[in-house]
């Protein structure tokens, strides 16, 4: 596992979106005085983009992450119009290049409508279209997901393995069986996942022949997940159709067997506007006065 990337966390811990991204200031404006038709969650993202520094990112994906969070929730309902260009170079302190580049993707994407001479509006409010996983529907039956509908197999056959994965568990080795699969629901790609297997356990299952993977799930007994925010690459940009450098939620999942051996690694991408993470936690009131919080099923 690389320095930069956090601990691993236990399954249910509850994680923040992948648009919590921060934009530089390049001209004097006081970002204290809000606009008149911004919402209290507006106001906010641009107070803690006004309060930190760059997160080296380009300026224009900053840009179009906010912009992406404000329509996944809601706070432009399908028909209204967003800020003019000259606001958002105002309110976010960036050139007239940076703003359109961003409208761009957006458009691109087909979530926002530009006329000319008009202004730039929202196509659809996706608030309430995101689907929700929690721990269960992750791995009660992981990897077996591949029989769901709306899951496609793109690809089965030895895969290189990422260099932050080998670091953080070597028993997967420079190459590994892999299982590429893309999910979609009501039509629109939500999630690009990628199941690691170690050659001796791919052997073991037959996985090189076709089969075995309902097996490996049945002996899936423990999950240790890490979830963070990346950038969408050139696979990922087309499997879940949006821009390379869009940012996207990634959960990286080791799956152990009985014996606390690793059997597999799920590495799960999922777009943030249509799918969010989501569990439910609990703990008992009586006896120890310090009594540990528990993931309920659902």
């Not at 976010?92 to 530009?114: N, P």
């Not at 423990?222 to 869009?246: E, M, N, P, R």
Request: proline share 6%; net charge positive; aromatic share 4%.
């Amino acid at each position: 596992m690389r320095a930069s990337e956090p601990p691993a966390s236990k399954v249910g811990t509850i994680v923040k979106d992948a648009y919590a991204l921060t934009l530089p200031l390049t001209h004097s404006y006081n970002p204290l005085l809000p606009s008149p038709h911004e919402s209290t969650a507006m106001r906010r993202r641009r107070s803690v983009l006004s309060s930190t520094a760059d997160a080296g990112i380009t300026r224009y994906l900053q840009l179009y992450s906010i912009l992406s969070q404000s329509l996944a929730d809601g706070e432009y309902k399908s028909s209204r119009a967003l800020p003019s260009e000259p606001d958002l170079v105002a309110r976010y302190r960036v050139s007239r290049t940076t703003v359109r580049r961003a409208l761009h993707l957006l458009e691109q994407e087909g979530r926002i409508l530009r006329r000319r001479g008009s202004g730039t509006y929202a196509k659809t409010s996706r608030v309430h279209s995101s689907l929700a996983f929690n721990a269960d529907a992750l791995y009660g039956d992981a990897p077996t997901a591949a029989k769901e509908p709306g899951t496609e197999i793109l690809h089965r056959a030895p895969l290189e393995v990422p260099a932050s994965l080998q670091a953080a568990h070597p028993e997967l080795g420079e190459h590994s069986f892999g299982v590429q699969r893309a999910r979609s629901e009501n039509g629109e790609p939500i999630q690009l996942a990628v199941t690691y297997v170690p050659d001796a356990v791919a052997k073991r299952y037959g996985l090189r022949r076709g089969g075995g993977l309902e097996k490996l799930a049945k002996d899936v007994r423990g999950v240790q997940q890490v979830t963070t925010a990346v950038a969408a690459d050139a696979i990922a940009s087309k499997q879940l159709k949006v821009a390379i450098g869009a940012p996207l939620l990634r959960i990286r999942a080791a799956l152990s067997d009985s014996n606390g051996d690793l059997i597999g690694v799920d590495e799960i991408l999922l777009r943030p506007d249509r799918a969010h993470l989501q569990d439910t936690l609990a703990r008992d009131r009586g006896g120890k006065s310090r009594q540990r919080w528990q993931l309920k099923s659902a």
